[in-house]
C-alpha cells in the first residue's frame, strides 16, 4: 500500500490486486481526512482497501462459500428490477423477506439442504407454503443460472403439497345472490360500499379501479376505458395495464351505468366538503390514490362478519365471472371484458357456476311427472 497528499488535503491511499478474470493488476483507492496519527489512518486505510478489492473480486468471481442468503436474495432483486416491472420486483422482494427471515438472513447458502428449507418454511396451510417454496426455487434457480451456486440439486426433493383442486379451491371464492346482498346491505362506510359494487359489477382488478380517473369513465358512451393500474405494492401508476389484453373498453351495462353516476356524485359532494380537487374517479378525502389495505382490510373484516367466510376483494372478480356466467354470457365475452386471453381460474369458475346450474336443472326435472299431467 502506498499513499499521496491530495492538494485538499486529505490522503488519497492505493493498493494493486490481481484481476481474477483478466489476471491483469488493477488499483484500488480509498481517499481520507488525515486525523493527525498516521499509523491509525494507515489501518483504516488498509482495512477499507482490502474491503473493496473483496467485494470486487465477489462481483466477478462470487465465492459460493462464503455467499449468504441476504446476499443472493440482494442480487437477485436487483435483477429483477432489471428484467420486470418495478411492481413484480416488489412483490418478489416482500415474499422473500418472509423467507429470509424464516431460514435467517445469515444463512450460509452453501449449507441449505432438503430437510432445513422444508422444516423452516413449513406452514399448516398447504397453499401458504407452497408459495414459499415456490419463490425461494425460483431465487435458486436463477443464483444456479448465474454461477452463483454450484449445485442445487436438493430442490428437486422440495415438493409442493397436495391442496383442493383449483375448480374447487377458487369457486369457493365468489360470492352467491343472497350474499352479495347481505355484504352490500353491512357495509356502513359509503365510499367502501360503492367501491365493492363497483368491482362486483364491472369485474376489474382492484389496481386497474384505484387507477381511474373521472375522465375515464365515460357517462354518455357507457364505457369505462382501462388503460393503466396502481401498482399496490409499490404504491403508484403505471402507464400500463397488467398485461397487453388488460387495455380494453368495458361496457356499462344499466346497473353498472347508474352506480357510476352514484359515484361521481358523491365523490363531487365530497371534494365540496372537504375542500379538495382531483382528476380521480374514486379518491380519498384528500384526493389522493385510495389506501389499498385499508379497503382490503374492511372487506375482509365485513365478509368474515357478515358472510362467516374471511375472502379478499379479488372474490369480486370472480364473482362478476359467476354472475355473468348465470347470466349465460359466452366464456369468451366474459374473458374479454375481464381482460384476459386465456385464465385457467376464470374457466375453473365458469365451469363451476354452469355445472351448478345444471344440478339445479337436473333437480328440478327430476319430480316432474309427464304422464300424470296428461
Aim: proline share 3%.
Amino acid at each position: 500500500m502506498w499513499s499521496q497528499k491530495l492538494k485538499s488535503g486529505n490522503v488519497c491511499y492505493y493498493e494493486r490486486y490481481k484481476d481474477p478474470l483478466t489476471g491483469k493488476a488493477k488499483t484500488a483507492t480509498i481517499t481520507i481526512k488525515p486525523s493527525g496519527r498516521k499509523k491509525t489512518d494507515e489501518r483504516i486505510a488498509e482495512d477499507a482497501l482490502r474491503e473493496k478489492i473483496k467485494k470486487n473480486i465477489s462481483n466477478i468471481m462470487p465465492d459460493s462459500e462464503t455467499l449468504t442468503l441476504d446476499e443472493l436474495m440482494e442480487k437477485y432483486i436487483i435483477r429483477q428490477r432489471q428484467e420486470y416491472k418495478a411492481q413484480t420486483a416488489a412483490s418478489s422482494k416482500m415474499h422473500l423477506s418472509t423467507v429470509k427471515k424464516l431460514l435467517g438472513g445469515d444463512t450460509l447458502v452453501c449449507r441449505l439442504n432438503a430437510p432445513l428449507v422444508r422444516e423452516k418454511l413449513w406452514d399448516d396451510d398447504p397453499v401458504t407454503y407452497n408459495g414459499r417454496l415456490k419463490i425461494f426455487k425460483s431465487m435458486m434457480n436463477w443464483a444456479y443460472k448465474a454461477d452463483l451456486v454450484p449445485d442445487i440439486s436438493y430442490i428437486s426433493k422440495l415438493t409442493r403439497r397436495k391442496t383442493a383442486p383449483v375448480r374447487y379451491k377458487d369457486a369457493e371464492k365468489y360470492l352467491e345472490h343472497e350474499e352479495i346482498t347481505k355484504l352490500l346491505s353491512g357495509m356502513k362506510i359509503e365510499r367502501w360500499r360503492n367501491l365493492t359494487e363497483f368491482l362486483l359489477l364491472s369485474g376489474m382488478r382492484i389496481g386497474e379501479a384505484i387507477g381511474l380517473d373521472d375522465s375515464d369513465v365515460d357517462i354518455p358512451n357507457r364505457v369505462i376505458h382501462v388503460t393503466k393500474t396502481y401498482a399496490v405494492v409499490i404504491r403508484k401508476i403505471t402507464n400500463s395495464a397488467k398485461t397487453d389484453t388488460s387495455v380494453r373498453d368495458i361496457y356499462m351495462q344499466d346497473e353498472l351505468l347508474s352506480l357510476c353516476k352514484k359515484i361521481k356524485k358523491f365523490e363531487k359532494q365530497r371534494q365540496i366538503q372537504f375542500v379538495y380537487r382531483t382528476k380521480l374517479f374514486i379518491s380519498d378525502d384528500n384526493g389522493d390514490y385510495i389506501n389499498y389495505s385499508v379497503f382490503s382490510k374492511y372487506f375482509r373484516e365485513n365478509t368474515e362478519n357478515l358472510l362467516g367466510r374471511r375472502l379478499t376483494p379479488h372474490s369480486l372478480r370472480h364473482t362478476h365471472t359467476a354472475l355473468l356466467a348465470e347470466a349465460e354470457i359466452p366464456l369468451e365475452e366474459i374473458s374479454r371484458r375481464l381482460g384476459h386471453v386465456d385464465s385457467k381460474i376464470t374457466k375453473d369458475v365458469y365451469m363451476h357456476v354452469t355445472e351448478k346450474m345444471k344440478q339445479r336443472s337436473d333437480e328440478r326435472i327430476k319430480n316432474v311427472k309427464m304422464l300424470d299431467i296428461c
